[in-house]
């Protein structure tokens, strides 16, 4: 994007809060016609932006704060107990990282994940092109790291690389490796990439503390919070 062309912003229409009954939901984005880049992105996600498909968005609720941006400083990261067993157990899968294209396996494993994890959501039985407008961008450097076991794919873990850190966009999974806490692994494994290749955040999304969906990310210590536009550490 040229430097001296504005950015606007844009707020969606109202609708039902996916995460807290009976509470509306409002997003501000980046304006959608215009050709966004990597530099932008590198800029937004310092304001707790995150990316749906090649959309840049934030929870702009009125009268409601509970969805905070979410990242994990690596280098003060101290892996548990149970984070090495997560990481043990899984010892006999093999990572790689492909480009963030389309990819017909992925898809299919997407959809099985999909189909078994969001019954009756709207999220249910994706399409290829759902698929594509959710995860693939073609302004961002993306990475889909494959997890297998041989040559059986178990898990996909969409990941952006940002000046200053990987942008955990979304993992999915084979369902009936419930056993192996492939979710959890997957954010493991982004961790230790942040550290590899030098980079200080692991960003995670939104988080709502009174929200059972989002348990899990609470786990991750430390971890900072984008509050009042600045990033503060969490109790």
């Known amino acids: 994007m040229n430097d001296q062309t504005k950015l606007h912003f844009y707020a969606s229409s109202p609708e039902p809060c996916g995460y807290l009954p009976g509470r509306k939901s409002i997003s501000a984005f980046a304006n959608p016609y215009m050709d966004m880049d990597l530099d932008t992105y590198n800029e937004l996600i310092q304001f707790g932006f995150r990316r749906s498909g090649g959309y840049l968005y934030r929870p702009h609720c009125p009268n409601c704060n509970e969805c905070i941006s979410l990242r994990i400083p690596v280098n003060r990261y101290q892996f548990s107990r149970n984070d090495k067993r997560t990481l043990k157990k899984n010892n006999d899968l093999q990572m790689t990282l492909v480009p963030g294209k389309y990819i017909e396996e992925h898809f299919e494993l997407y959809q099985h994940y999909i189909n078994s994890r969001h ?107 984008f509050i009042d536009d600045t990033w503060v550490e969490l109790d």
Not at 121 to 145: A, K, Q, V
Not at 168 to 182: C, E, G, I, N
């Open 119 to 225: 019954t009756g959501g709207s999220m249910e039985n994706p399409t290829r092109s759902d698929y594509h407008r959710f995860l693939i961008c073609d302004w961002t450097d993306t990475h889909f790291i494959e997890y297998r076991l041989n040559k059986q794919l178990l898990a996909v873990a969409v990941t952006d690389s940002t000046s200053t850190g990987y942008s955990a966009v979304y993992t999915f999974f084979a369902p009936d490796q419930h056993q192996r806490s492939l979710g959890h692994y997957s954010i493991l494994k982004q961790i230790e990439l942040c550290q590899t290749h030098g980079l200080p955040y692991l960003y995670l999304g939104y988080w709502i503390r009174d929200c059972d969906k989002m348990n899990y990310k609470a786990r991750y210590k430390p971890a900072e919070g």
